[in-house]
């Protein structure tokens, strides 16, 4: 009768569009109001204020407060999933690493991730699964691709062998460390020039430091890199 299945989350899901289209604004007004207001201060009134219907509506798709809130942040990870980089390992090096991490940044410092990590952050004690889920879905995700991408690469030579993890967590740690500290703490986001600056620069210095050079460069390179330029001011923990 147009409520017949059950979803993950215990509560039936709505087959009709109008059902859907109820379930949607839900959705919508419940992730507006936990990602400005966190999980504790929104209450189910807040949200039926903001959605419209009824708490029988409402608890027929999620028993639960917390139901709602995992449903929330699956939705949001989702969303986030359909618009992922992708690393072609026909193309050219250099500039698929550079788009690849624009994009990337992109997404984690806009507002709408942002929020997002610092309310996982927060009710990481009330909802370790969900911290997990994020973990899985985002930074563990990310890893891997650039894992796989740099093993591809280590097997057409251009990356020294039995590297690919390593660098996998050496560019990730350059590109993103320094900005989430400041993000979290300071609440800044980079602007859309910076994003591409540091691209561009971090992915520079990590094919410097890994991609494949003849042994006998290798082995007369200096440690600290010889004449490379140092890092600028304020890099060091990027």
């Known amino acids: 009768m147009g409520m017949e299945d059950t979803g993950n989350n215990g509560g039936v899901q709505p087959q009709s569009s109008r059902g859907r289209e109820r379930l949607?604004?839900?959705?919508?007004?419940?992730?507006?109001?936990?990602?400005?207001?966190?999980?504790?201060?929104?209450?189910?009134?807040?949200?039926l204020e903001v959605s419209g219907g009824s708490k029988a509506t409402l608890y027929s798709y999620f028993p639960t407060k917390d139901d709602l809130f995992r449903a929330v942040v699956e939705d949001v990870l989702a969303s986030s999933s359909t618009h992922e980089p992708r690393l072609n390992t026909a193309a050219d090096p250099r500039t698929c690493l550079i788009e690849f991490s624009v994009q990337r940044l992109e997404q984690l410092f806009s507002s709408r991730h942002h929020a997002l990590l610092r309310l996982i952050i927060a009710e990481r004690d009330r909802f370790p699964d969900i911290a997990s889920l994020y973990f899985?879905?985002?930074?563990?995700?990310?890893?891997?691709?650039?894992?796989?991408?740099?093993?591809?690469?280590?097997?057409?030579?251009?990356?020294?062998?039995?590297?690919?993890?390593?660098?996998?967590?050496?560019?990730?740690?350059?590109?993103?460390?320094w900005w989430i500290i400041q993000g979290l703490l300071l609440g800044?986001?980079?602007?859309?020039?910076?994003?591409?600056?540091?691209?561009?620069?971090?992915?520079?210095?990590?094919?410097?430091?890994?991609?494949?050079?003849?042994?006998?460069?290798?082995?007369?390179?200096?440690?600290?890199?010889?004449n490379t330029p140092g890092p600028r001011a304020g890099d060091a923990a990027a």
């Open 136 to 177: 899985e879905r985002a930074p563990l995700r990310s890893r891997g691709m650039l894992a796989a991408y740099f093993a591809e690469l280590e097997r057409k030579g251009v990356l020294d062998p039995g590297s690919a993890e390593e660098a996998a967590e050496f560019l990730i740690g350059m590109m993103v460390h």
């Open 188 to 226: 800044e986001r980079p602007s859309p020039e910076a994003i591409r600056e540091r691209a561009t620069r971090v992915v520079d210095r990590f094919l410097l430091a890994f991609a494949k050079r003849p042994r006998e460069l290798a082995s007369a390179r200096p440690v600290g890199g010889g």
């Open 24 to 47: 949607a604004r839900i959705l919508e007004a419940a992730t507006e109001l936990f990602l400005r207001d966190g999980y504790g201060a929104t209450s189910i009134d807040a949200i």
